[in-house]
Structures are given as C-alpha cells and as structure tokens.
C-alpha cells in the first residue's frame, strides 16, 4: 500500500485524472456485466396487452413468463435482440379473459408486421385444480387463422404425432354455451372431457339435466369419438359453495 501511495503522489494531476477515468469505465463495464448476467432474462413485449387487461385482474409474473417464453419462441425463426420488437399486437377480436373468483384465464392471438409472425398466447393462475393442460405457452396459431402465408412456424407442442383420442380434441374444447362450459383434463386415464352446468336461483327442478343433455347434443355435433373418454359432470350454483 506504501508503494502504490509514493507511485500516486508522483503523478501529475493530468495523469490521475486519466487513472480515474480509466477506474470508472472497469467499475461501469462490469456493473453491465453484471446486470446481464444476473438482471432479467431476454423477452420480447406484447404492446398493446395493457389497453386489454386495463381494469381487469392481471399477473405480473405470468406477463414476464410469457415475453420470456415469446422471445424464445419468435428466435425459433429468426433471431431478435431482447425487447427489439415493438410491433407483437394482440389481433382485434380474439382476448378473452375468464375471471372466476378463484380462478383467472387469458387467451387471445397476436402478430408482428415486421416479422411476419403470429402466434396463440395463454397464461393462467389461481386454483391450480382448474388449471388447463399447455396454457402458458406460446404456440403456432391454427390454419385458419394464420394471415403471414410465408411464416413456417415450428410448434413446440408438435413433436410427435398425437394420440388419437387427442386429434382432433382442441379443435373443439374448450366450449362455452349460455349453460353449461365443457373443457378437457388430458391428465387423466381415459381423458377427460368435464361437462360444467350453471345454475340459476330462477332454474326450475330438473333442469339440471336439460342444460346436460344439451352439452351431450352439442358433443354429438362434433368428430370426437366420445366412447373414448371419461364424461364428467358438474354443477355451479351461486348459493351453495362447491357445489358439484
């Protein structure tokens, strides 16, 4: 320490100035080293989700998961800095918010002019007993509702062909009529396929089971080979807590 307090009393002004100078910029690089190192993950911003979630229940932590999870899924085709694209809008007509009182999902698609990408995005949080298989991922949008035709996007969720009982399952469920919800629990041994009634104060006895048979009929409507799940049922009803 003697030594090197002799060396600095033997500068000249001009010479310490530069030291510090030269001291500063290590101290500053290795601040943004470290920043990098250890600060957020690289993710990419949906501009417009804010003018949709306004007023509405949010979570921040599920919003950073799913920019972090577009960042890597829109460098699957072509490579991007972190939050260098500023155009990934959410398309007119497609958010949906489900808000229960324990439970909260989004869904809705967006698309980036500049990249010409698309894009189906889901997250959810609360009860994890209601939580929906693959929500929180960001996936290729369907073939009908792909609007870049040059765009060869790489699914994540396509790595295999899909078991039968699954072909054809996401093209209908979830569905949500006046009476009754019907989503899918692929957890399970059959799949199963939970048919949600809602009842009403007003709902007369017996009723119940029409609003049942009429998720039965709107099944019938469809491709899905139903002898191959497990049918479900449940009951909501505004006065009686857990009611199934």
Same mark, same amino acid.
């Given at each position: 320490?003697?030594?090197? $307090? ?9 010479? $310490? ?6 001291? &500063? ?15 957020? #993950?690289?993710?990419? $911003? =949906? ?10 229940? &949010? ?10 999870? /577009?960042? &890597? ?92 009982? $699954? ?5 209908? =469920? ?13 957890? &399970?041994? #059959? ?24 998720? /039965? ?18 009951? /909501? ?8």
């Amino acid at each position: 320490m003697e030594k090197i $307090r002799n060396i600095w009393a033997n500068l000249t002004l001009n010479q $310490r100035l530069a030291g510090l100078g030269i001291v &500063t910029c290590l101290i500053a690089a290795t601040v943004l080293l470290l920043a990098h190192a250890f600060g957020r #993950p690289d993710y990419l $911003r =949906i501009a417009n989700l804010s003018e949709y979630t306004a007023g509405r229940p &949010t979570n921040e932590d599920e919003v950073r998961k799913i920019e972090e999870n /577009l960042f &890597t899924m829109a460098n699957k085709h072509k490579r991007v800095r972190s939050n260098g694209v500023k155009d990934f809008l959410i398309r007119e007509g497609t958010f949906e918010q489900r808000d229960d009182d324990d439970y909260h999902l989004v869904k809705f698609l967006i698309d980036s002019e500049s990249l010409q990408q698309s894009y189906a995005v889901s997250y959810q949080w609360g009860n994890r007993d209601k939580f929906e298989q693959y929500v929180g991922m960001i996936v290729c949008v369907k073939p009908n509702q792909v609007i870049y035709e040059d765009f060869s996007c790489k699914d994540p969720l396509v790595s295999a062909p899909l078991p039968a009982e $699954r072909a054809n399952l996401d093209d209908y =469920i979830p569905y949500s009529a006046e009476h009754f919800e019907i989503r899918s629990d692929i957890r &399970t041994s #059959p799949i199963s396929i939970i048919i949600t009634v809602s009842l009403n104060d007003s709902d007369a006895a017996g009723v119940e089971d029409t609003y049942y048979q009429e998720a /039965l009929s709107w099944l019938g409507t469809t491709k899905l080979d139903l002898s191959q799940y497990m049918l479900v049922k449940r009951v /909501l009803h505004p006065n009686i807590p857990n009611y199934k």
